[in-house]
């Protein structure tokens, strides 16, 4: 019996002892931890759903005693509300050290200057980042959620070499940096890690044409179910995040909700170490194509190479399944269109309508608008769906920080 797999059934055991839910769970599948004996039975285990974590609301999945609790995070609730995750001592020095390895992926070392625009409340992302980077050394710059100028100024007057934050934040400083006529070549960043957000490799190509070259544009991924960021760190060959080997993961057909012998699913995680908030066979709903390929850095671990989308960020368009990453990656083809966009969907006479409001330069809109149709026909022809495109002057749709909410869904709404 592996190490990992002798770890792993602690964990079952301690989930089955103290979390009455998923105890429940296992009944009614007449299972018993013992008879999980190696990694192919883990399939026999029930699945873990959001909708299971939020039952017994805040505490009811938790294994410890609250006393044991030294911290709360909380997922944002854009969905409703927000799901609260305990972590004890052993919890906190577990996401210290996967940040470290997160970091060291990223090529981030104890020398380094780095800003962390992430919040510092309830999101795991402020907190994570300041204590792992800490323990490795590095000197850091909380500018957390500080207005874009602000953050500006301080990346100007104490010159990060890393810059952490999600990949609209990193376009969005660039672009306020342009106004205000700031020479960003004076910064001395070399690595912008971006996180929070899905990352497109036309995204990337946006940020290193906006920060320069030189600069290494990686991702990680987590989630605050996990603890943080640190499931998936990319390297700096940038081509896919390695899975953490701290986590057992699988993939399931999103909609059969079985194990899949694909490349490509709905990625499944049981976490292994984890002490208050422990996780088995949890849904994330993330659809990923993941390659076992040897990584150009050497590491063989298992990489997420493509996020295809969320099985919640799917939409039906007048019966058509489309990803919200799908329609992004289609609209950044086009170099005229900023970062920022939208899509709304409405109903008129029991019809969908599906608009999308996308920025665009002040000085060539006029321009833009004359290849509104054309775009809109290319939109057509890739996804079957009749759009409406309306183009819109720079910082009209509104930058919050964290994560963007690109889809408004009015079709339930009534007016
Ligand atoms: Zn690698």
Excluded at 33 to 45: E, F
Excluded at 141 to 169: A, D, E, R, W
Excluded at 311 to 317: G, S
Excluded at 377 to 400: V, Y
Aim: glycine share 6%; net charge positive; aromatic share 8%.
């Amino acid at each position: 019996m592996d190490k990992k797999f002798r770890e792993f059934k602690k964990q079952l055991n301690r989930i089955y002892t103290n979390n009455k839910i998923y105890h429940k769970k296992m009944q009614e599948k007449h299972l018993m931890p013992n008879d999980i004996t190696d990694w192919n039975d883990i399939k026999k285990l029930p699945l873990t759903t959001k909708e299971d974590l939020l039952k017994d609301y805040p505490n009811g999945w938790n294994c410890v005693d609250e006393e044991k609790i030294k911290i709360y995070h909380a997922s944002s609730g854009t969905t409703g509300k927000p799901l609260i995750v305990g972590l004890t001592e052993k919890d906190i020095l577990l996401r210290e050290d996967t940040i470290i390895t997160n970091a060291m992926f990223a090529g981030i070392t104890k020398n380094d200057i780095v800003q962390i625009c992430y919040g510092f409340g309830m999101f795991t992302g402020g907190f994570s980042f300041y204590d792992g980077l800490k323990k490795l050394g590095c000197k850091i710059i909380p500018t957390g959620t500080l207005s874009t100028q602000m953050q500006l100024f301080y990346m100007k007057k104490l010159n990060p070499t890393v810059l952490i934050t999600s990949p609209s934040h990193a376009m969005h400083l660039y672009e306020k940096a342009r106004q205000l006529e700031i020479d960003i070549k004076k910064i001395p960043l070399r690595i912008i890690r971006v996180g929070s957000e899905l990352l497109t490799e036309t995204m990337r190509k946006k940020i290193k044409k906006a920060w320069g070259e030189r600069v290494s544009v990686t991702q990680d991924y987590g989630m605050t179910e996990t603890l943080g960021p640190g499931l998936g760190m990319e390297c700096q060959h940038e081509n896919g995040m390695h899975l953490n080997d701290s986590y057992y993961f699988e993939l399931i057909d999103p909609i059969t909700k079985k194990p899949t012998t694909s490349n490509v699913g709905e990625l499944v995680v049981t976490t292994i170490y984890n002490e208050c908030f422990g996780l088995i066979r949890y849904k994330t709903n993330d659809l990923v194509e993941i390659s076992t390929e040897k990584c150009s850095c050497g590491k063989e671990s298992p990489r997420i190479i493509k996020f295809i989308g969320r099985t919640d960020d799917m939409l039906k368009v007048k019966g058509v399944k489309v990803f919200v990453s799908q329609i992004e990656d289609f609209l950044f083809t086009y170099p005229y269109f900023s970062h920022q966009y939208e899509i709304v969907l409405s109903n008129e006479n029991y019809k969908d309508i599906l608009t999308i409001n996308i920025e665009t330069k002040e000085e060539v809109i006029a321009e833009v608008n004359n290849n509104k149709k054309l775009v809109e026909q290319e939109f057509k022809n890739k996804f079957g769906i009749t759009s409406e495109i309306n183009i819109l002057e720079s910082n009209t749709l509104s930058t919050k920080l964290g994560k963007v909410k690109r889809v408004k869904d009015l079709r339930g709404v009534k007016i």
